[in-house]
């Protein structure tokens, strides 16, 4: 017996980031920008047209562009169920929509919406508690991207390890491994050096200047169960990225397996 999607579920906020309505939209509405801020993205870029954002090894999420009015309206659907190996008639699509609105002073308002419905099932309200912490940080990574990389192509660099226990412990574990400070502190990264921009809960986010520029995100989260997990992003912009990430993806990987939690 299927059931009808009838419990409404919305996250809503807003963030400043600098550039014009032009280079904004280029960041959040088109496959180059998205994914030099957000995920591996591939968007046709046009009403109608298919969305695929790549969330890590075979897992990403597959959606339609529903309203394209450059550059102020992008709104797009996501299949939710698929997302979450659901059945298809327990929920509406996951819509998303942002506005740009323009500033004085060189910045613009990004206002962002996501709603669906679901059948008001435990797991669905767990995805929208967990939602918000999720997504926000990666708009910080969009003010840093239009701050000081607006329109550039992204190299990514991403490597990740489970470790038993807690993400608090694994956190300053890898907080303190790393040696990283407050907002504003300089940064000495394996190698790479730069400027701590933000500091979140279990998260911080850092302008790399060498050997190239870029920014990189490091953070913990919980998988549950007793488990967490240790993690980098990276989005790197310059000629010899793609060299840099092939180089030094490896050695973080091995990094991060061998990190050592106290007990």
């Known amino acids: ?63 339609r562009v529903t309203r394209w009015d450059p550059p102020h309206r992008l709104v797009y659907e996501e299949d939710w169920a698929a997302l979450m190996g659901k059945a298809p008639d327990a929920l509406s699509p ?39 912490p999720g997504w926000m940080p990666f708009f910080d990574n969009l003010r840093l991207y239009l701050a000081h990389f607006p329109g550039q192509e992204a190299t990514h660099l991403e490597a990740s390890a489970s470790h038993p226990g807690g993400a608090e412990d694994l956190w300053s574990a890898l907080r303190d491994a790393l040696g990283l400070g407050e907002e504003g502190a300089a940064a000495a990264v394996r190698g790479a050096t730069g400027t701590v921009v933000r500091v979140g809960d279990r998260q911080t986010l850092l302008r790399l200047t060498a050997p190239v520029p870029g920014m990189l995100s490091v953070y913990a989260w919980d998988e549950g169960e007793g488990r967490a997990t240790a993690g980098v992003r990276a989005y790197l912009f310059s000629a010899d990225a793609a060299d840099y990430a092939r180089r030094e993806q490896p050695a973080w990987q091995a990094w991060l397996e061998g990190l050592s939690v106290p007990a």
């Open 94 to 132: 996951l819509t998303s929509e942002f506005v740009v609105e323009a500033q004085s002073g060189g910045t613009c308002i990004v206002r962002v919406t996501s709603s669906g419905f679901g059948t008001g099932a435990a797991w669905e309200s767990e995805f929208w508690d967990t939602m918000a």
């Open 1 to 63: 017996m299927s059931s009808t999607p009838d419990v409404p579920y919305r996250l809503e906020f807003s963030v400043e980031v600098p550039g014009t309505p032009d280079q904004v939209w280029q960041a959040i509405a088109t496959a180059r920008g998205m994914s030099a801020w957000f995920t591996p993205t591939e968007m046709e870029e046009r009403e109608g047209g298919s969305l695929h954002f790549t969330m890590g090894p075979e897992m990403g999420s597959d959606g």
